[in-house]
T-cell receptor
Framework: DAGVIQSPRHEVTEMGQEVTLRCKPI?????LFWYRQTMMRGLELLIY????????DSGMPEDRFSAKMPNASFSTLKIQPSEPRDSAVYFC??????????FGQGTRLTVV | AQSVTQLGSHVSVSEGALVLLRCNYS??????LFWYVQYPNQGLQLLLK??????LVKGINGFEAEFKKSETSFHLTKPSAHMSDAAEYFC????????????FGKGTTLSVSS
């Protein structure tokens, strides 16, 4: 298996623009997680899904953030409009029936 | 709710020295505990996990950790540091029943000098 695949790896955008981050989980995994990593706050859980259904979105910072999982093999995290303080590395992770979560390589977002 | 505290944001050791990275957890139910490693510009990779079996857990690259319920600790150790161990290390907790996410500590950066 290719592991969790995230795209793009790097994204630079201007303030106010819409940004969409993409994630393909490991086939057969029924949990998908979105995390954000910054120097100040470390790794924060934003939202997670089970069988494509959002379970806990309490970590989503503002209404500007939204996440969807239209099917078992694809999820998106969207920021609209983006702001400089959204600059961070965003990780997607997936988990099957075991306890271990597998992480993608991350998307480094820079909002200028 | 669960939480993790990693003591020391930065640890420096010499090559060949003992590595000790500290992690304390808080959980109202029996926890699952994990250590992940992150190399620069990469994602997180699992080092080892505790899921209520043996309290001394061995992982990859010579690392091990011991679950101590009385101390609510899950410290990571390696007898002899190697230059390639330089990375950021994260301790994480989840609860034993299904349906929860990993909660991470702030991370500890390990530096290894020759």
């Amino acid at each position: 298996d290719a592991g969790v695949i995230q795209s793009p790896r790097h994204e630079v955008t201007e303030m106010g623009q819409e940004v969409t981050l993409r994630c393909k989980p490991i086939s057969g995994h029924d949990y998908l997680f979105w995390y954000r990593q910054t120097m100040m706050r470390g790794l924060e859980l934003l939202i997670y899904f089970n069988n494509n259904v959002p379970i806990d979105d309490s970590g989503m910072p503002e209404d500007r953030f939204s996440a969807k999982m239209p099917n078992a093999s694809f999820s998106t995290l969207k920021i609209q409009p983006s702001e400089p303080r959204d600059s961070a590395v965003y990780f997607c992770a997936s988990r099957g029936q075991g306890a271990v979560a597998f992480f993608g390589q991350g998307t480094r977002l820079t909002v200028v | 709710a669960q939480s993790v505290t990693q003591l020391g944001s930065h640890v420096s050791v010499s090559e060949g020295a003992l590595v000790l990275l500290r992690c304390n957890y808080s959980s109202s139910v029996p926890p699952y505990l994990f250590w992940y490693v992150q190399y620069p510009n990469q994602g997180l990779q699992l080092l080892l996990k505790y899921t209520s079996a043996a309290t001394l857990v061995k992982g990859i690259n010579g690392f091990e950790a011991e679950f101590k319920k009385s101390e609510t600790s899950f410290h990571l150790t390696k007898p002899s540091a190697h230059m390639s161990d330089a990375a950021e290390y994260f301790c994480a907790v989840s609860v034993s029943q299904a349906g929860t996410a990993l909660i991470f500590g702030k991370g500890t950066t390990l530096s290894v000098s020759s």
